[in-house]
């Protein structure tokens, strides 16, 4: 008697595999040259007149004993993945050690791994300075939805289903769901904040969203770090 053959295993489908079979009502509108247009400028000025604030900023985190440069695998437009660079806040291998959390426990856990100039760094928001790399590559955009890893990327699909439309524009440094961000909100809410924008999205729209990200970073007193990572 033969043995029965074992199944064979599907390929499995990346997420840009994924958004190609999904997404085909999902065009690029013409306003998205523009502001990919505005993207190369602003961030290639703002690379320039941060070069200095970076640098320090980057030998201190090197003096404290850490890599300067955190890397971590993000999910970007039409569902590619790429490499999202911030200075380094956290102490070795807090990566592993937070491992799957989400929301307000990884808040808590991410305090306890950062270290006293990463700490300082988040509150400022000057870690986030060499995601200006990345709009310059293409990869992310000044304003847009929070890139996002994509194993949570995943979860968040089979949680919410219609969570994959937020690929259709670049992920962004800021966006409607970062100024309105408080720690009740829902990942659906965030997800609606997000779609606000995309739907709405206008060279305006852009211009006012960069305006009141930088007018709440010189207005308001440094929060508390966020559970990012």
């Known amino acids: 008697m033969t043995a029965p053959h074992a199944p064979v295993a599907e390929p499995a489908t990346s997420l840009a595999e994924r958004y190609a079979r999904e997404a085909h009502a999902f065009e690029p509108r013409p306003v998205d040259a523009v502001l990919r247009g505005l993207d190369i400028l602003l961030a290639g000025g703002a690379?320039?007149?941060?070069?200095?604030?970076?640098?320090?900023?980057?030998?201190?985190?090197?003096?404290?004993?850490?890599?300067?440069l955190y890397r971590g695998a993000r999910v970007g437009r039409f569902g590619t993945t790429f490499t999202m660079?911030?200075?380094?806040?956290?102490?070795p291998g807090a990566e592993q050690r937070l491992g799957r959390h989400l929301g307000e426990e990884l808040t808590h856990?991410?305090?306890a791994e950062l270290t006293r100039v990463g700490a300082r760094l988040r509150r400022s928001k000057l870690d986030e300075l060499p995601q200006l790399v990345n709009v310059l590559r293409g990869e992310m955009s000044l304003v847009g939805p929070r890139?996002?890893?994509?194993a949570f990327f995943a979860e968040l699909c089979v949680e919410i289903p219609a969570y994959w439309q937020r690929l259709v524009v670049r992920p962004g440094l800021t966006g409607f769901a970062q100024l309105r961000l408080t720690r009740e909100m829902t990942w659906a809410e965030k997800l609606a904040h997000d779609f606000e924008y995309i739907a709405d999205r206008s060279v305006g729209l852009y211009l006012a969203i960069l305006g009141d990200t930088a007018w709440v970073l010189v207005s308001r007193p440094p929060r508390g770090p966020v559970g990012r990572i």
């Open 47 to 68: 690379l320039v007149l941060a070069a200095p604030v970076l640098a320090l900023c980057a030998a201190l985190v090197r003096l404290s004993g850490r890599q300067v």
């Open 109 to 111: 856990l991410t305090m």
């Open 85 to 91: 660079y911030k200075l380094r806040t956290l102490k």
């Open 147 to 150: 890139p996002i890893r994509p």
